[in-house]
Every structure is written in structure tokens, then in C-alpha cells.
């Protein structure tokens, strides 16, 4: 009889174990995580009872954790990439929302027309005073510009450094839970904690929201965490904490760094996944392009009205002057440098300023420039200054092996330009010189107007006079000295100006070039401003301003199309990892249910199992006693 109380207490046991167990299933139904479990049973070894072997019940023979590794893995690289796509929608979509406004664009094609306007009558102040106020307004769209982008970089520091706080948590957190593991499976005599299994896997699924991670599994339990290039951000039951530190060369700029012990490497560049992973792919490749994007947009168009506002005179008959004051290109260094650098705009190159900013660094023999959007490298040597990309970069201070310096050309330049031409009368519509013919010229041969080559040429409003010599074959200045070549409409240059005369002189025909001033209705240089617009003269000559903010424009647009088509690709990638997981590991309740009744069945009949034994065993008893 005891064998039969021994089969049904041992079926009871495993009954109300499944019973548990699946208990277990239904309350973390809504656990984010959570794997389903599993009871396993075993038959008793049978006892041999000389006719056969006779059965001694069941025995748990473990609970098991329904999951599977590659599952998980998939799911938490899909959510990695998930969450970098959504944050980057997310930030894109608010330069594009910025550069879709048409704040830059419209600007200039006021200040253009506004020129425009101005040459319809010169002597008007009036007119005059609008293309000052477009100007101002011109140069606080650029400014307003910067400052919203600039507001966007410190937007992402401020999160850089708050996703980093977050997953050094979670590092912390999971190399806990290692260490928990270890223990559990050490007391359980090598089974798993499968509750703390769950706990540790969602753990690195919420980590991968944050940034890209790889998994080490170890033989006591515990896993590994890489990010990176293989940074160990958790080793078994310690953990090492990410900080986030300023650029050497750019105190602005946020960095990741990795900490081991008390040594700080930087790390910012083999991030990527996750939320962090798309703040630094959003600096790098939209915002900080976008930034001087503007700033060379600025640059150009500020050194381009400057150079034809100087070749003009204004209602005072003075000459041109800037029109507006920008700054140098900007260049940092670290305290540590024993050198100097310094740089310029390069005026007669200006076309070929980027977008990028530079690393200039320094090998004890020759000068290293780094473009840091293409990466590209060229290496200067000699003494310089080095003409390259749009600016002059020359050396002060001699500096040693190791120097590095970080050069900015356009990005700060927004926030820094002014307006120099504050009243109308100081607008430079007017051409400098003037041409004419003389009255008693017997040809009908024309002169053009005088093109301005040197505005600072000491003799540009020097009266000089161009006389034919008979035969008119040759022509002298002024009528004396060495009689010079005359070929019709070749250029004739003199004194910073240039024209030509066309058609057939006759002798002693005389073109004079003079001052223009008082000519108040003069609009030949305001002619020349306005062709501004539309002269390409970004990109190497091959893009106008307008061109040129229309690409940026594009460009912001296509990426942010881009990030929200991946966007909606990785969410569908998410949703079938999800899926595959959840066919495994999910609570699926109506089997619960089911198993519910199946175990609440055995359990029941086990009982009666044991009760019939207990009646036996009485009976025996009771026969005994009398």
C-alpha cells in the first residue's frame, strides 16, 4: 500500500508543481519580457518485483524557460535599429521643417529685388533705404538661421549626455543581475534562474534602444555587453561607465567616452544603433553640414555684394566700400600646442569653399589637412600659406610634432556679420567712371562702358583720354607719349578700369574716361549688384546662391525621406522579430487554460490515488484487529 501512497503523493506533487507553474504563465502575461515556462516530468526508476518492474510515480524534472537565443538577439538588433531610425525621423525632420521655411531664400530674392528696385531711379532715397533694411533683414535670416541650427547642437549634447547616464544604469543593472545569476544557478545546482534570465534580457533589449550592443555568453551564466568597435561596457558581474566629455579641439562639441580604469579614450566615432547611435550620425551627416552649409551660403554672398559694392561710387562720389564686415575663418587648438595657425578667405577662390570643417595637424615635416565630412586628406608642405578649398591657412608660431588645430571657415559666421552701409547715401550704384566720345569725332566708332578691374587703384578717377593717331591704326593716352596698337573692340586697360572701342576711328578721335561724380543717376554698378544673384559663383562656378541654398534644401529633404522610409522598413522588421519571440515565449492564454484543467484534473485524481491507498491501508487494519 505504501507504494501506491508513494505513485499518487508523487503525482500530487508534480500536479501541483504544472498547477504553479502555469500560474505563474497567466499573472505575467503583461510582463514585458517574460518567457513562458515549462514543467518537465520524468518516470521514477522502476523497482524489479521478481514478476517485472513495477513503476515508484513521477518526478519534476525541471522547469524550462521557452526561449531561444538567436530569437533574441534578432529582436533586440531590430529594436536597436528601430530606435535609431525613429530618432533620427525625429531630428531631421526639424532641419528639414527649419531649411522648408525658405527663411534664407526668401531673404535673398528680397534683397535682389529691392537692388532692383534701387536702379529703377538711383537718386531716390526712398528706394535706397529698402535695400539697406533688405540687407539687415538678410543678415538676421542668416542669423536666425545659425541660431536655430546651433540650438539643435545644443539640444544634442544635452541628450548625449542624458542617454549616457541612462545606459551606464543599465550597465550597472545588468552586471547585477549577472552576478545574481551566477548565484542562483550555483544554489540550484546549475539550473537557471529563468525569471532573472527574462529580467536580464529585457534589460539589454531596453539598452539597445539606446545604443548597438553584442552579447558574450559566459560559462557561469553571465554575459558579456559590447558596444563599439567591442568596448566592454559589462565583464561578467562589473561594469565600466561611458562619459560624456568635450571635444579637445571644440569645447561645443559633446563626445562618448569610454572609461577603463583611469584611462579616458574617445569612442564617438564607432557608435552607432540605437537612440545615441542617431544623435551622433544626425551631427555628423545633417546638422553640422547644414551649419556651414549656411555659413558658406553667408560667407560667399556677403564677399560677393563686398568686391561689386567696392568697384562703385556713391551719391557722396566717394568709392565703394565693404558693405558688410564678416569674421575670419575660426581656428582652435589645444592648450597643448606649441604652435599658431592662422586663416583667411581665400577672396579669389572664394567658389571653393565646403561644407566641412578641418583637421590640420602637424608631423614635424609637413601639414596634414583633413576634410572631416569626406575624410579625405592632402598633405601641405613647405612653409606655406596653403591656398586650399576657399581659404589661405598660414603659420605664426612654428609649431612642433603632434600640433593639431581644428579650422572652421563658414560655420560661426552668421552669428558674427554686420552691416557696414547704414545710410543710402552710402550705396554704391553708380559706376566710378564714366566713358564718352567726343563731339567732334568724324567715325561713328562707340566706346562701352568702363568695367572697374581695381577699385583701388590710386588713378582710377584720373580723366584720361584715348586720341587716335593718324593713321588711327594706333592711339595715344592723353595724347602724348607711346602710341599703342589699336585693334576694334580689343580691351583697353588703364588705370584699374577697362573698355572697349568698336567700330573704325577716325584720326584724332578722342574717347575720354573720367570720374562719374555727381552722377547721381547713375545705375551701372547697381546693375552689376544685381547679377550677383544670378551669377554662379558657389561650388567651384557652378551654383548661384539660390542653386545652392535649393541643394542644402534637397539634400535635408532626401535625408529626411530617407530616415522615415527606414523608419517605417525597421518597424515592420520589429514587428515579425516580435512575432517570432512571441510564438516561442509568449503567454498564449487559452493553452494556459487548458493546461489549467489538465493540471487541476491530475491533481484531483492523484488525490483519489492517495485516498484509495489510505482506504486499503485501513482495511488491512481493521481485518488485523480482530
Known amino acids: 500500500m505504501s507504494d501506491t501512497f508513494q505513485i ?67 529582436l533586440r538588433l531590430a529594436t536597436s535599429n528601430q530606435a535609431q531610425a525613429d530618432k533620427l525621423t525625429e531630428l531631421v525632420d526639424q532641419v528639414d521643417t527649419q531649411m522648408g521655411d525658405a527663411l534664407i531664400s ?76 551566477a548565484l542562483g544557478a550555483g544554489l540550484a ?47 561578467g558581474g562589473n561594469n565600466e561607465k561611458l562619459t560624456a566629455t568635450s571635444n579637445p579641439l571644440d569645447a561645443s562639441r559633446s563626445e562618448i567616452s569610454f ?4 584611462a579616458l579614450s574617445q569612442i564617438t566615432d564607432t557608435i552607432s544603433g540605437g537612440e545615441l547611435g542617431a544623435l551622433v550620425a544626425f551631427r555628423d551627416q545633417t546638422l553640422e553640414p547644414a551649419r556651414n552649409a549656411i555659413g558658406r551660403i553667408a560667407t560667399t554672398f556677403a ?43 581665400d577672396t579669389a577662390n572664394i567658389g571653393n569653399l565646403t561644407d566641412a570643417d578641418y ?71 553708380a559706376a566710378p567712371v564714366r566713358s564718352s566720345r567726343a563731339t567732334t569725332n568724324i567715325s561713328d566708332a562707340s566706346i562701352t562702358r568702363p568695367q572697374v578691374l581695381d577699385p583701388t587703384n590710386a588713378a582710377l ?39 572697349q572701342v568698336a567700330g573704325t576711328p577716325a584720326a584724332g578721335d578722342s574717347f575720354t574716361v573720367q570720374s562719374n561724380a555727381g552722377g547721381a543717376g547713375d545705375n551701372g554698378n547697381g ?14 562656378g557652378t551654383a548661384t546662391l539660390q542653386e545652392a541654398y535649393g541643394v542644402l534644401t534637397g539634400e535635408v529633404g532626401a535625408a529626411a525621406e530617407q530616415a522615415r522610409l527606414s523608419s517605417q522598413a525597421l518597424a515592420s522588421l520589429t514587428e515579425n522579430a516580435t512575432a517570432a519571440r512571441e510564438a516561442l515565449s509568449g503567454v498564449n492564454l487559452e493553452e494556459e487554460a487548458a493546461n489549467l484543467l489538465r493540471f487541476q484534473q491530475a491533481f484531483q485524481a492523484a488525490a483519489q490515488v492517495i485516498r484509495a491507498a489510505d482506504q486499503a491501508f485501513q482495511s488491512i487494519i481493521n481485518a488485523t484487529r480482530g
Not at 404 to 414: S, Y
Open 8 to 74: 499518487g503523493l508523487s503525482a500530487l506533487l508534480a500536479s501541483q508543481r504544472g498547477l504553479a507553474t502555469t500560474g505563474h504563465n497567466v499573472a505575467n502575461v503583461n510582463t514585458a519580457g517574460y518567457s513562458r515556462q515549462r514543467v518537465t516530468f520524468e518516470t521514477r526508476e522502476p523497482q524489479f518485483a521478481g514478476v517485472g518492474f513495477v513503476g515508484k510515480g513521477v518526478d519534476v524534472q525541471g522547469i524550462t524557460r521557452m526561449a531561444n537565443e538567436f530569437l533574441v538577439d534578432q
Open 106 to 181: 526668401k531673404g535673398l530674392q528680397s534683397f535682389f529685388d529691392s537692388v532692383s528696385d534701387a536702379n529703377n531711379d538711383p537718386r531716390l532715397t526712398s528706394t535706397r533705404q529698402v535695400v539697406i533694411e533688405s540687407a539687415r533683414s538678410m543678415l538676421s535670416r542668416f542669423s536666425e538661421a545659425e541660431e536655430q541650427l546651433n540650438g539643435l547642437s545644443r539640444s544634442v549634447n544635452r541628450q548625449m549626455t542624458g542617454l549616457i547616464e541612462r545606459v551606464n544604469a543599465l550597465t550597472t543593472s545588468i552586471a547585477r543581475l549577472n552576478k545574481d545569476i
Open 189 to 235: 545546482t546549475g539550473e537557471p534562474p529563468n525569471d532573472l534570465l527574462d529580467k536580464r534580457d529585457q534589460m539589454l533589449i531596453d539598452l539597445s534602444k539606446l545604443v548597438g550592443v553584442q552579447t558574450q555568453s559566459r560559462a557561469d551564466g553571465m554575459v558579456n555587453v559590447l558596444i563599439g568597435d567591442g568596448q566592454l561596457v559589462v565583464t
Open 259 to 262: 572609461t577603463v580604469g583611469n
Open 303 to 345: 564677399l560677393a555684394v563686398n568686391e561689386q559694392h567696392r568697384q562703385g561710387m556713391d551719391l557722396k562720389g566717394n568709392l565703394g566700400t565693404d558693405m558688410f564686415s564678416l569674421p575670419a575663418p575660426v581656428v582652435k587648438s589645444p592648450a597643448s600646442n606649441t604652435g599658431t595657425v592662422s586663416a583667411v578667405f
Open 359 to 429: 583637421r590640420l595637424s602637424y608631423d614635424g615635416t609637413n601639414f596634414n589637412l583633413t576634410n572631416l565630412q569626406t575624410l579625405t586628406s592632402q598633405t601641405l608642405t613647405g612653409a606655406g600659406p596653403f591656398n586650399v578649398d576657399g581659404i589661405t591657412i598660414s603659420v605664426g608660431t612654428a609649431p612642433a610634432a603632434g600640433d593639431t588645430f581644428l579650422i572652421q571657415p563658414t560655420k560661426t559666421v552668421p552669428r558674427a556679420m554686420k552691416l557696414l552701409v547704414t545710410e543710402p547715401n552710402q550705396l554704391a550704384l
Open 461 to 499: 578717377l584720373t580723366t584720361t583720354s584715348i586720341v587716335f593717331d593718324n593713321p588711327p591704326t594706333t592711339y595715344k593716352l592723353n595724347g602724348a607719349g607711346a602710341s599703342l596698337a589699336f585693334t576694334s573692340g580689343a580691351d583697353i586697360d588703364v588705370n584699374g578700369w577697362r573698355v
Open 527 to 540: 546693375l552689376a549688384l544685381s547679377k550677383v544673384q544670378s551669377t554662379p559663383i558657389l561650388s567651384g
